[in-house]
Each structure stands twice: as C-alpha cells, then as structure tokens.
C-alpha cells in the first residue's frame, strides 16, 4: 500500500538557522508532491507545489526539492523565524485525471527557537 | 487565495445522531473535497465532489456518509449515524485549477 514517512521527531532549531524536513514515499507515483503548514486546530495551508517533472520549486524563504528516483522530497525553510513554528504536512497527488486526491504524511512539528 | 468557511466549529452529538457538516466557499471553484483527521493521526482524503456528482471516494465513506450541494453554494457532508470513532477534525477543501487546495478552518466533531 502507499506510504509516505516524515522526520517522525519534532525538529528544534535557533531562529536564522535552515529548517530541513524530509518526506519518503513507496508505492506510489504521485504527479504532484505539495507541503503544507499546519498549526494547531486549523487547517492546512498550502505551501508549494512540485511536479514530477521539476527537480526545485522556490518560493522566497522556502525551497522544495523532488527526486522521484529516491521516492523522496527535502523542504527547506531559509532565514527560520519563530513564527514559522508549525506541524509541516507532505502530501503527495494529484495522480490525474478525475484522481485529484491528496495523501497525506504525519507531518513534521518544527520548533524555531528565538 | 480563495476563502473557505465551515459551519458550526464545533458540533457536540450522542452516538447514533445524524450530524451535518456545511462548507461555504467564497468564490467559484472546479472540485470540493472532505477530509478528516483524527487528534494526532493523519489527515484522511474522505470524499471529491465535481460537477455536482461524486468522483472519488475512500473506504471510510461507507453508507453513513453522504455529500451534497443543495443550493448551489453550500456544500454540506452528512453522517448519519455517528459513532465514537468518528470523532475528529473535518475539513472542506476548494481546487481552482492545479494541484493546490485550500482548506476551510475545520469542523470539530465530538461523539459522546
């Protein structure tokens, strides 16, 4: 069945500093891999999106790469502020067609310490 | 970014009780979709919704769930008779076009 694993532990690190989450995934060949930001009792916030086909996806302090060779997605928050404290979510999808669900991670908890 | 909003943010039922769930979103979109999650666990892709009909739907939408749009506008889940585990967080979510989907802030529901 597919699977998607996240830094399982909560990640702890000093404000200014690179944040750097790690998706894997098996048994699955998503079209689309997304992160999003989760704070508690909310719903998720889209973040970036990353196609098959693309190797990097920025979006100011923000950085996603994809190797679909390794099943795996690194996201990197630059320049780390306390309010970027959050649950990040990996979720990969849409596969296509009418199949547009998205499959989520656990998500990884960061702290940014000030 | 398109907006989202859900009523009630918190709904309290007995076990047994039909609850409905109800999503507004603001603008004009292609897709809706449900999920939920369970207090620490995962979210979970429940149900997606295009053109009026379903298109997807997962293994925890059995018979007891239902989806509608009855005016148009709102877009409501529907489960009929709740039991314990169905307690959890549910989420509306809207598609404009891409992958990206942006979530309403959330149903509570609590099954006592």
């Known amino acids: 069945s597919q699977k998607i694993e996240q830094n399982s532990e909560a990640l702890n690190i000093q404000e200014g500093k690179t944040a750097t989450l790690t998706c894997n995934y098996t048994n699955y060949s998503p079209a689309y891999l997304q992160w999003y930001r989760q704070d508690p009792g909310r719903g998720p916030v889209f973040l970036l999106l990353i196609r098959e086909n693309e190797k990097e996806k920025r979006k100011e302090r923000l950085k996603v790469t994809f190797d679909t060779t390794l099943k795996q997605s690194l996201f990197h928050i630059t320049a780390s502020q306390p309010a970027d404290s959050a649950t990040y979510l990996c979720?990969?999808?849409?596969?296509?067609?009418?199949?547009?669900?998205?499959?989520w991670g656990l998500g990884t908890s960061l702290a940014v310490n000030p | 970014e398109p907006e989202v909003t859900q009523t009630p943010s918190h709904q309290v039922t007995q076990m047994g009780q039909e609850v409905i769930l109800r999503c507004v979103p603001i603008?004009?979109?292609?897709?809706f979709y449900w999920y939920r999650q369970i207090l620490g666990q995962k979210v979970e892709f429940l149900v997606s919704f295009y053109n009026n009909e379903i298109s997807e739907k997962s293994e925890i939408f059995d018979d007891q769930f239902s989806v509608e749009r009855p005016d148009g506008s709102n877009f409501t889940l529907k489960i009929r008779s709740t039991k314990l585990e169905d307690s959890a967080m549910y989420f509306c979510a809207i598609t404009f076009f891409g992958g990206a989907q942006f979530f309403g802030p959330g149903t509570r529901l609590t099954v006592l």
């Open positions: 979720a990969l999808g849409p596969t296509g067609g009418n199949n547009r669900k998205l499959i």
């Open positions: 603008s004009n979109h292609l897709y």
